[in-house]
């Protein structure tokens, strides 16, 4: 099965910068998913990342908040900009090919 | 809208008791069901999954049940262990397929359970 790698593991940011989370999946894998997971939450898809095409995002989502890339078919990117306290969460991405997931990033804005 | 919800949010057993973790869902258009384990500081854990074919599935100490007409899906674990106390986490895959025929990323979560096993 495919290995899921994120970076960074967590991180302390401060309110309105921004935090570039990358995901590194090693096989080609056609889709990549991003979720977020809030404390004491369950996870929510915000967007699929799709090589060659912008991502689809979920209600509630939008891309000039959670720019994603996907430069090729092995890697993607998310950013959550211009943080405040309630971007405070577990992000985590996935692959279509596999129903696992990355260890997640754990970010906290202070 | 589509959900997947669980009936407990907390559960509390006893060392080598039986476990039965709840799920219930709302589109009966799913087609795949997966469950997961989750422990503290750590991403989900794939246990289980089954497809809407099924009604029953077993792995090693773990069962799913999945009841179609109700739309009811179960996680059983016997003989439960200490090391067992995480988060148990219901998805449904809604049904989306890449070109080898199998999707399993754009999931659905329920709320989660946790699951506390005493010594």
């Known amino acids: 099965s495919a290995v899921i790698s994120q970076k960074p593991s967590r991180d302390i940011c401060q309110r309105g910068t921004s935090l570039t989370i990358q995901c590194q999946v090693d096989s080609q894998v056609t889709m990549m998913f991003w979720y977020r997971q809030q404390p004491g939450q369950s996870l929510t898809l915000i967007a699929t990342?799709?090589?060659?095409?912008?991502?689809?995002?979920e209600s509630g989502f939008v891309i000039d908040k959670f720019p994603i890339s996907r430069p090729n078919l092995t890697f993607s990117t998310l950013t959550v900009s211009n943080m405040s306290p309630e971007d405070s969460s577990i992000y985590l991405c996935s692959a279509d090919t596999e129903a696992f997931f990355g260890q997640g990033t754990r970010l906290t804005v202070v | 809208g589509e959900s997947v919800g669980l009936h407990l949010p907390t559960l509390s057993v006893q060392e080598g008791d039986n476990s039965i973790i709840n799920c219930a869902y709302s589109n009966s258009a799913s087609d795949y069901f997966i469950w997961y384990k989750q422990e503290s500081g750590k991403g989900p854990q794939f246990i289980i999954d089954i497809r809407s074919n099924m009604d029953k599935r077993q792995g090693q100490r773990v069962t799913v049940l999945l009841n179609k007409t109700v739309k009811h899906l179960s996680l059983q674990i016997a003989a439960t262990q200490p090391g067992d106390s995480a988060v148990y986490f219901c998805?449904?895959?809604?049904?989306?397929?890449?070109?080898?025929?199998?999707?399993?990323?754009?999931?659905?979560f329920g709320q989660g359970t946790i699951l506390t096993v005493h010594p």
């Open positions: 998805a449904e895959n809604r049904g989306l397929t890449n070109a080898g025929g199998t999707s399993y990323g754009k999931l659905t």
């Open positions: 990342a799709n090589q060659g095409s912008e991502a689809t995002y």
